[in-house]
């Protein structure tokens, strides 16, 4: 946490911000501050009124009041509570419909007074809205106006639903959603096409009328819009910037989240920082993408002009300095991901020996594993270590309707041809299903389980680009994802159990893993959090102190290159090949990678293009110049 850092650190922030280690902190400090307020108010014979938010983000803070209700006597009793918002069009009984998420992930738990909770009413006639609208800012002020408002924020930086071009005296009403925000829900409603377009929500202004503000937000997509709200000008492009001139709105938020923020991207700009070994390189990596030179050509002065005269007093020259980052960074890149035998390992990433190694390559979902590693996977398998790959999901819930439909047909075809009864049977079940299910009913048990069949058949094709035997993928269609919706997800112990016996199986030399720094209640973070577990149980074993673990950033995004301890570069053919291999993956290509903002629209070429950036930034440090590169991150499993 960052509460005892010298003012000095934040002074490009204009609003009070702190950063936790983990979502769960911020919480806690949150649902303090509800605790708090609802024993002064109920002390002084008084209720209180709290503004909800829904999304994944606040889920972890029901889950802390719920918890204080059923352990610590906690009372809702007292309560009344307004939310944010609501999609129009869905009835509150959608699964989808922001009633129903309130009541399932707090409101059922709780001693809450039905008729105390508000949402905007998602199926009021069009003609009804204006009335109702106001009826609804009526009612807040009816009851004493909002005591605590909980936030999250949406990558377009709207709150509430908000939307980019909100002005801040805006009031509940009527919205048109981004695209972007209906890209962000659309696993959510199984399908963009699926997402509403309209969404009613209190207005910036409702917003800043609240007596305090809490916006919570987790996760590295986050990162860019808080820092715009947080240290932007004030604006109606990013809504969030307007709680600026709130005068009691504190931001909670995880290191993922903050990543964009000065202190913590480039500290020496605003105080005096310890010059550790990773501070050094982040600095020196930046100087000399701000300077545009290559890392031998940095002067004296372009330290001094920056911010990082003091770097010099500590730590030596520039000469020597851009030397040793240059040599830093030139032992980043190898073309042996799994090491290289009979070499001197003293300045590789990965060691020599044993080889060939154990690798295990984690991916959340089918896919994640080509996409964002597939061409060091590829030279893995071709240099003869022994790699499997463990897809901890099925994916399922990614598939669109018309791709079972596809299937069906087929199956329908050959079945007739074959006069298979039971093959006919099934699929003729299914196109029932899926006929019942309309646009936004929840997939039977077998619609879902054909969706999983048909990605672990693009999985399948895919590895055989990248010469994979199948018997090498496992398909471990973790439960906390088959029993789960979107941001809802709640990962147990049979869950840890499933990933630890397949570890204990394998006793990997090395792992390749994601989901470190993302929102925590997504796959990848999950599937991460899933792995500490599973790991923390194995420790005993032996081959945990041999193995090394290797962390890709994806879906979607890559590390700076100041973070990649492993750079595997990828010749022109070989990531052809990747891509290719990505191309398998048919029924995602319309599906946009979770992490990914603007630039492009479309998940293959999104890949080819963070590749393309990190050799660019390579090269433009005065290494080497590559077609491509895929970047590792060492991850060291604390005790
Ligand atoms: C939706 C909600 C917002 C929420 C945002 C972020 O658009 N209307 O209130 O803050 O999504 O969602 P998440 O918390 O799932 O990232």
């Known amino acids: 946490m960052s509460e005892s850092l010298p003012v000095e650190a934040t002074q490009r922030e204009q609003i009070s911000t702190t950063i936790y280690r983990s979502a769960d902190q911020a919480c806690i400090r949150v649902a303090d501050a509800i605790s708090e307020r609802i024993a002064e108010n109920t002390a002084a014979g008084k209720q209180t009124v709290l503004g909800l938010a829904t999304g994944s983000t606040p889920v972890r803070l029901y889950r802390e009041l719920i918890r204080r209700h059923r352990d610590e006597g906690l009372s809702f009793a007292d309560v009344i509570t307004f939310n944010l918002d609501e999609y129009y069009g869905l009835a509150g009984s959608h699964p989808e419909s922001y009633r129903r998420f309130m009541q399932e992930q707090l409101f059922d738990f709780i001693d809450l007074k039905p008729e105390n909770t508000h949402i905007p009413d998602g199926a009021i006639a069009r003609e009804d809205m204006f009335a109702s609208c106001r009826a609804y800012e009526e009612a807040i002020e009816n009851a004493g106006g909002i005591d605590i408002q909980i936030l999250g924020i949406g990558r377009t930086g ?57 916006l919570l937000a987790w996760g590295e997509a986050k990162a860019d819009v808080i820092a715009q709200s947080v240290e932007g000008p004030q604006t109606e492009a990013i809504p969030a910037s307007f709680l600026q001139r709130h005068p009691n709105c504190v ?36 100087l000399s993408r701000k300077t ?68 295990l390559i984690l991916s959340p979902e089918p896919l994640d594993d080509v996409y964002c590693m597939g061409g060091t996977f590829h030279r893995l398998v071709n240099q003869g270590n022994e790699v499997t790959v463990a897809y901890l999901t099925s994916g399922n819930l990614a598939v669109p309707d018309s791709e079972v439909r596809r299937v069906i047909e087929l199956m ?11 093959d006919l049977k099934f699929a003729r079940l299914v196109e029932r299903q899926l006929r019942e299910k309309g646009q936004f009913g929840d997939d039977t048990p077998e619609i879902r389980h054909l969706k999983g069949l048909i990605r672990r058949a693009e999985s ?47 006793r990997p030399h090395q792992i390749f893993a994601t989901g470190l720094g993302n929102d925590p209640l997504s796959v990848p973070a999950l599937g991460f959090e899933i792995l500490r577990a599973a790991l923390a149980d194995s420790r005993t ?39 290719q291999g990505i191309y398998q993956h048919q029924t995602q290509r319309n599906q946009s990678p979770s992490l990914s903002k603007g630039g492009s629209s479309n998940t293959w070429n999104l890949a080819s293009e963070i590749n393309h950036a990190t050799a660019n930034a390579y090269d433009a440090l005065g290494l080497a110049e590559y077609e491509a590169i895929e970047g590792f991150k060492r991850w060291i499993i604390q005790s």
């Open 158 to 214: 709207h709150i509430g639903f908000n939307e980019p071009g909100s002005t801040p005296d805006s009031r509940t009403r009527l919205v048109t959603l981004d695209s972007l925000t209906r890209r962000d829900a659309a696993r959510d409603f199984l399908g963009e096409e699926n997402v509403p377009r309209h969404a009613i929500t209190m207005g910036v202004g409702s917003i800043l009328h609240a007596r305090q503000v809490f």
């Open 541 to 579: 074993r032996d081959w945990v102190n041999d193995c090394r673990i290797w962390l890709y950033r994806g879906p979607g995004m890559e590390w700076e290159t100041h973070e990649i301890d492993m750079a595997v570069p990828l010749s022109p053919d070989e990531f052809e090949n990747k891509i």
């Open 292 to 359: 545009k030179k290559p890392l031998l050509k940095l002067l004296e002065e372009d330290y001094s002009e920056n911010g990082m005269a003091d770097l010099l007093t500590e730590k030596g020259s520039a000469y020597e300095l851009n030397i040793r980052m240059f040599n830093t960074t030139q032992h980043t890149i190898t073309g042996w991901p799994g090491g290289k035998p009979n070499a001197d390992d003293s300045h590789r990433p990965e060691r020599a020996t044993p080889f060939p190694k154990r690798s």
């Open 412 to 422: 329908l075809e050959l079945g007739e041809h074959r006069q298979s009864t039971e």
């Open 460 to 506: 399948r094709s895919s590895a055989r680009l990248l010469d994979v035997d199948s018997e090498r993928l496992r398909f471990l269609d973790l439960p906390f994802y088959e029993n789960g919706r979107y941001r809802r997800f709640q990962p147990g112990e049979s869950d840890t159990a499933k990933l630890g016996e397949l570890l204990h199986e394998i």
């Open 251 to 286: 931001f909670c938020i995880d290191e993922g989240a903050a990543r964009r923020l000065t202190r913590a991207r480039y500290p020496w700009l605003v105080g005096t920082v310890d010059w550790s070994p990773d501070m050094i390189r982040k600095a020196v990596l930046w």
